[in-house]
């Protein structure tokens, strides 16, 4: 796994406050496309769930990080 002190600064869109949380406080959600593939946390801030596109940058950040990562199913149709 990835280096437990590992911290990323991001905003939060609800409060517009820029964070810093330690890789433990992020999940990452892999779709079946780009557009269903996320990261999500909670602003220390607001208290908000906050989730945000994850393109293949963030995700390697994420996954390098040792951050909790679910395949989500493909939509049936």
Known sequence: MGDASTRFKVYCSHCREKVE?????FRLALGATKERTFYS????ECGAAVRKHAGEKIIAALTGAGVSTMRLLPLEG
């Open 41 to 44: 946390f909670t602003c220390p």
């Open 21 to 25: 949380l330690p890789a433990v406080e």
